[in-house]
């Protein structure tokens, strides 16, 4: 089989040791600044991102031993290059797996039908979690923080507020019971959490309600959070 040009047709996705090291390599020649790179190196990596389609064809390169020089420019490989192969491999695969809608705020419901549409009208895979406040009650404002934060963590969950003053039951929400927090998945309660700040400390964090979240095994796993690029900014050692 003659084989080079078909080779180069194959897709970029590989299964496999061999076929994700052909991947990376690939990856790093398509990402390298060619107008800086040194011709030599430009070569080697040519070679490396498609190794058997011009060996082939020349058993001199086949026998000859690398030397010091490439051997060290191969191990020169950069990190970062590493990093942004592993991160584009990541985003790939959690957008293949990533189903349903997307959040990364919290909406304020400002009526009862617009409480009960965000409950019943949502994917039936999505969990809504709904707080419950009033300003003049004190945590809830400290809540709204929290959720804001952890809605920018589970983009799959929808985090909602809403007054106490304009749900429609304002009676069935006194003083006593906000800030009320209540979880929801396909229009099915699964939580009900009334004055649920009496299950932290006075001062509480995103961590504290997404922890006690997680004990109730209400939270899904967190989503992928790509590699944040202010860590090549400062350089990562």
Not at 99 to 121: N, Y
Not at 177 to 190: A, F, R, S
Not at 198 to 210: G, I, P, R, Y
Request: charged share 35%.
């Amino acid at each position: 089989m003659s084989g080079s040009a078909d080779e180069e047709e194959l897709p970029a996705t590989h299964t496999g040791p061999k076929g994700v090291i052909h991947d990376w390599r690939k990856f790093k020649l398509e990402s390298e600044d060619h107008e800086s790179m040194p011709q030599k190196r430009r070569e080697l990596l040519r070679q490396m991102s498609n190794p058997r389609s011009n060996n082939e064809d020349d058993p001199e390169r086949v026998n000859r031993k690398m030397s010091v020089q490439e051997y060290e420019m191969i191990k020169e490989e950069d990190e970062q290059s590493l990093k942004k192969y592993r991160k584009q491999c990541m985003q790939e695969m959690h957008e293949r797996l990533s189903f349903g809608p997307k959040f990364d705020s919290v909406f304020e419901l400002e009526s009862g039908e617009a409480f009960l549409e965000a409950i019943e009208m949502e994917h039936r895979l999505t969990l809504v979690i709904v707080h419950i406040y009033d300003d003049d009650i004190n945590g809830c404002e400290a809540l709204n923080n929290c959720l804001t934060c952890l809605a920018a963590e589970y983009c799959s969950v929808k985090f909602c507020r809403i007054r106490a003053s304009v749900t429609g039951a304002k009676e069935r929400f006194s003083e006593d019971v906000l800030p009320t927090l209540l979880v929801y998945k396909g229009g099915e309660m699964l939580g009900n959490f009334v004055c649920i700040t009496k299950h932290f400390n006075e001062e509480f964090f995103a961590t504290d309600v997404e922890n006690f979240l997680n004990d109730y095994g209400l939270l899904p796993e967190k989503e992928f959070a790509a590699c944040p690029d202010d860590e090549e900014e400062h350089g990562v050692e």
